[in-house]
């Protein structure tokens, strides 16, 4: 009876760690296929608003402070909820205070040259391009380390920026092949996006104490100061004549589309870190490296757009530098906290 029961509670143990696993395993492909809906929509909405034959808008910075007012309203309401639902949802509440706005513009300008570089870049390059166009990030998060934060940069990572340099250039040469009318101007600003991207990153770290170390009170004043930065900005560029004689302003599906993707941009932040919390943040690199080819495939597919051999060579040297950039900087960053641990531990026992 005793061999019985033992082989029953092991088999009782074994259903148990399966189903936990079972779980494990669900949950996170659920994030994984959330993280490439919201980013892959986001991308396709974007240019659908941005270079559309249909809409014929052309107010790029419009748009953009459309998506930052999208966001500063849905974090307000979600604050407001929070308030009087606090057991449903929790979210900080809508404080806007003027030192703080202040303190928080330097990062604030940052953003805005991101998120509005970034809506050039695709408005001007096609979504199979797009990824290729904006993969100098790596390279300045590399310059910015080394330059800001005096951090030694190994061989295996300069490696990887030069294939990732090569692929660009190269990139560059194949598109321009491929396509018809090229925009260097597209090109420009995925390079200008990408190094706001990089900056951005740094200076995260110095703002986040100015709003109690919370990630979405640093959205809140980033969106609410973009919408003040945007709005002389698109007076400056002649923006109001063309938004004037816009034809769909009484289109219901033009506000839907433009409303999601301002709530799409809310939202890939919130699953990217849904995604390295229930993966890693080696993992989560390595869904945005097969997203981005998914992404590249289906830019082709949608808008019909046929490649040679080199131009998809140059996209997997890109895609390739960047995912082995990933796992040589988590490798470093791992063996560099061990060696602290390690010293630490030797401080500790007087050694």
Request: aromatic residues 14%; neutral net charge.
């Amino acid at each position: 009876m005793s061999n019985q029961s033992g082989e029953s509670d092991e088999l009782s143990s074994n259903r148990s760690e399966n189903s936990l696993l079972n779980r494990s395993w669900i949950r996170i492909t659920a994030v994984v296929c959330m993280y490439w809906s919201v980013s892959i929509s986001m991308v396709f909405l974007n240019k659908y608003l941005l270079s559309s034959e249909d809409l014929k808008l052309e107010a790029p910075i419009f748009i953009t402070l459309a998506q930052t007012i999208t966001a500063v309203l849905t974090f307000t309401t979600l604050g407001f909820i929070s308030k009087y639902y606090s057991e449903f949802i929790t979210f900080p509440a809508p404080e806007y205070n003027l030192s703080t706005i202040i303190k928080m513009a330097p990062v604030s300008i940052i953003f805005v040259g991101m998120i509005t570089f970034n809506n050039f870049t695709l408005k001007y390059l096609g979504v199979a391009f797009y990824n290729v166009g904006r993969s100098m990030t790596t390279v300045f998060n590399v310059i910015f380390t080394f330059i800001i934060l005096c951090d030694r940069v190994s061989l295996r990572i300069l490696t990887c920026c030069g294939f990732i340099v090569a692929g660009f250039l190269f990139g560059i040469k194949e598109e321009d092949k491929n396509v018809s009318n090229m925009s260097f101007l597209g090109i420009a600003c995925g390079v200008l996006a990408s190094m706001c991207v990089a900056m951005y990153a740094v200076m995260i770290k110095r703002s986040l104490p100015f709003v109690d170390n919370n990630v979405w009170k640093l959205q809140m004043y980033n969106n609410l100061n973009a919408c003040m930065l945007l709005l002389p900005i698109m007076i400056i560029l002649g923006e109001i004549p063309v938004l004037m004689h816009f034809e769909f302003w009484n289109s219901p599906p033009f506000w839907l589309i433009l409303a999601s993707s301002g709530m799409f941009g809310i939202a890939i932040g919130y699953v990217s870190s849904l995604q390295i919390k229930f993966t890693s943040p080696l993992s989560h690199n390595v869904s945005g490296t097969a997203k981005a080819c998914v992404q590249t495939v289906l830019g082709c597919i949608v808008y019909s757009e046929e490649k040679s051999f080199l131009w998809w060579v140059c996209n997997f040297l890109v895609l390739g530098g960047s995912l082995a950039y990933t796992y040589f900087k988590t490798s470093e960053m791992e063996n560099k906290k061990q060696q602290q641990e390690v010293e630490i531990n030797n401080k500790e026992n007087g050694e």
